[in-house]
């Protein structure tokens, strides 16, 4: 509206210019012929816009001096502003007319052949995205900003000088026609990415119902190109959920277009404890894998600290049996955890007055988190601190306070707390609204000594991070190696072929929940390799002759074929031969208890297998699920397979 409000503010201006030129040109020449005096009155109007009136400022003051009479008093005046006015006018309607200029080259300049990107929403975020999108990101790509938020004349230019093409309007106001129309001029149907990134999750949701799903969606809505990507951005666990719902609607069959959903505190937390791991304080150390027990501190509930709980219960599974405490800390402690803790399921968690536990039947190991009820300005805080301390020593802290003294505060006490042991506690403090602060404790090497900083939300958001995420290629990867790993029964002949499936093809065709799945495993991948090859020195084997002795063409447990693996026994059999073998029951029953651990993590619970229910029959202890269904049991080898593959193909490239 504010733009809207400039040009009909600029064009009232100009009217009333003209009209006073016009006026003070009539007095000026009264004296001459009425079609002479027409024609200078004109001449003097237009040449007032073209910075160079006729009558003069002083040619008015002249006139005023010699009949100063009321009317050429209030004419005179008011045409020497006018004379400035005018041409103040001009240079607006010509800076706006070079700004469509450049806007209609660049349409014409990357037109039909080149790569669209809609980006939808203009707020900080986007404009972090736009900031870090290199400019050979941009080289062969036409960017598009659609919002409902107007402009600054100078901003536009700079968007369009710099190759962004700006599209204010609201497209969930349009009908079926003029949205059409408006998605066409946006070469809408030929984008390669669409960025849903309004600042409401509820808005995002319903940007992305304007696009055509499946066939048995409805042909009113746009349909992209096949491949196209949308990135719908949402932060809320209720609208997520909606979302995932709406997209699994065409599961099982290949939908139009392929949907992440982005969490920006996800991807802050994910990318923290992939540079400084869960379990780092164990690095360097000889502790056995069981023992290396995590001990957590979250100081602050909110979404970054949310996302360190939850992501760490899948991140922190080094052993079927290791223990995962996380003591987590917020002066609104009982508001806070009562909506996070409603996520969870009361069939797979047991919950306390002030703690959450795990319970025996979901999964092996110990997952706990406790919320204590504590100010980090106050003694007590730092009490609770040292007494859960000497329970067990923490192995990792995480401060994810907004307001920075009191961050910077905690971190220094925090770190006096933990100073003295055989490793440094990993301590990450969370400094979005300060770089320069930020910069100066990533370089301090006194009081904030070893204390890191969480990647601010600012610097993550890449064209990398959101439109090739890496942690989405790697899931992809993983979900194919996963559909081309065919187990052949004892009865079975021939092998299977199928590694000319397409990876993106695959993963169009699965639910978001399937997607999720692979992505956790995803991202555990990391951890997994410093366990494996760290469970291998513990057992004192050579890898990759461990995994051929296992998994190889003359395996124990299975014999691979070249594009399968097959049984020669039954799943019952197989278990028993899996059972004998310590380090590849490990991992097994590792395996297991991660994937029990981030279904709970995520509300599931057990129960006849149910998406919409979110309840599967496997979300139980190793032991029943070896009693009660070995056929699946085999599928937790699959680590194993993966790197089997993983180390043969690098092999195959040595060579």
Not at 173 to 192: F, G, R
Not at 257 to 280: A, R
Request: charged content about 25%; overall charge negative; glycine content about 4%.
């Amino acid at each position: 509206m504010k733009k809207h409000k400039t040009h009909r503010f600029l064009l009232i201006l100009a009217v009333i210019s003209f009209i006073i030129a016009a006026l003070q040109g009539i007095i000026y020449y009264k004296s001459y012929d009425l079609f002479f005096r027409i024609l200078l009155v004109l001449q003097n109007s237009i040449n007032a816009f073209g910075f160079k009136a006729t009558i003069s400022l002083k040619d008015t003051i002249a006139y005023i001096n010699n009949d100063p009479s009321a009317l050429n008093l209030a004419v005179g005046y008011a045409y020497c502003i006018a004379v400035f006015t005018a041409p103040y006018c001009t240079v607006s309607f010509l800076y706006r007319f070079l700004e469509r200029v450049l806007s209609f080259m660049v349409s014409t300049r990357r037109g039909k052949k080149s790569d669209h990107i809609l980006i939808f929403g203009y707020n900080s975020d986007v404009m972090a995205l736009i900031r870090n999108n290199k400019e050979s990101d941009r080289k062969n790509t036409r960017i598009h900003i659609i919002s409902t938020k107007e402009f600054d004349h100078a901003e536009v230019y700079e968007l369009n000088k710099e190759g962004f093409a700006v599209h204010i309007i609201d497209v969930l106001k349009l009908s079926e026609s003029e949205l059409a129309e408006a998605m066409e001029k946006m070469y809408a149907s030929m984008a390669s990415n669409i960025i849903l990134f309004e600042e409401s999750s509820i808005r995002n949701f319903s940007l992305l119902q304007l696009f055509r799903l499946s066939e048995a969606d409805s042909d009113s809505r746009i349909k992209l190109r096949s491949g196209t990507k949308i990135s719908c951005r949402c932060d809320e666990e209720g609208i997520n959920r909606l979302i995932a719902r709406y997209y699994n609607r065409a599961g099982g069959t290949n939908t139009f277009y392929d949907l992440e959903i982005i969490s920006l505190p996800e991807m802050q937390i994910h990318k923290m404890y992939s540079d400084v791991p869960l379990h780092k304080y164990y690095i360097g150390t000889d502790t056995p894998l069981r023992d290396q027990h995590v001990h957590l501190l979250v100081a602050g509930l909110g979404q970054l600290g949310q996302q360190a709980v939850i992501q760490a219960m899948n991140l922190g599974i080094v052993h079927e049996q290791n223990s995962i405490i996380i003591d987590v800390f917020d002066t609104d402690i009982q508001n806070k955890m009562q909506q996070f803790t409603k996520q969870f399921s009361e069939d797979t968690f047991d919950f306390a007055e002030n703690s959450m536990t795990l319970k025996d039947a979901a999964a092996d190991g110990r997952l706990v988190v406790n919320f204590f009820g504590a100010d980090a300005k106050h003694r007590d805080f730092y009490s609770i601190v040292s007494r859960r301390t000497k329970e067990l020593h923490y192995t990792y802290a995480v401060i994810t306070f907004e307001n920075i003294e009191l961050s910077v505060d905690c971190a220094i006490k925090l770190r006096e707390f933990f100073t003295g042991g055989k490793n440094p506690i990993p301590l990450l403090i969370r400094m979005d609204a300060d770089r320069r602060l930020a910069e100066y404790i990533s370089n301090d090497d006194d009081a904030l000594a070893d204390v890191e900083i969480i990647d601010d939300r600012s610097g993550i958001i890449t064209h990398d991070m959101i439109i090739n995420r890496t942690i989405d290629q790697r899931a992809k990867n993983y979900n194919h190696i996963y559909n081309n790993i065919s187990i052949l029964s004892e009865n079975d002949t021939g092998s299977v072929e199928k590694k000319t499936a397409d990876p993106e093809k695959e993963w169009n065709s699965i639910r978001l929940f399937r997607r999720s799945s692979s992505k956790a495993a995803a991202y555990h991948d990391e951890v997994k390799d410093m366990i494996i090859p760290e469970l291998a020195a513990e057992y004192g084997v050579d890898l990759s002759q461990k995994l051929e002795q296992l998994i190889g063409e003359n395996g124990v447990l299975m014999q691979f074929t070249g594009n399968a693996w097959r049984m020669d026994c039954s799943d019952e059999e197989l278990l028993e031969r899996l059972k004998k073998d310590r380090f590849a029951y490990e991992i097994a029953s590792l395996e297991h208890r991660r994937w029990c651990c981030y279904m709970a993590s995520i509300g599931w619970s057990c129960g006849e297998r149910s998406d919409r229910l979110r309840r599967n029959p496997c979300l139980v202890p190793q032991k029943e699920l070896m009693e009660h269904m070995p056929e699946m049991c085999k599928y937790d080898l699959m680590a194993l397979m993966a790197r089997y593959l993983m180390l043969r193909d690098k092999k195959a490239a040595e060579n």
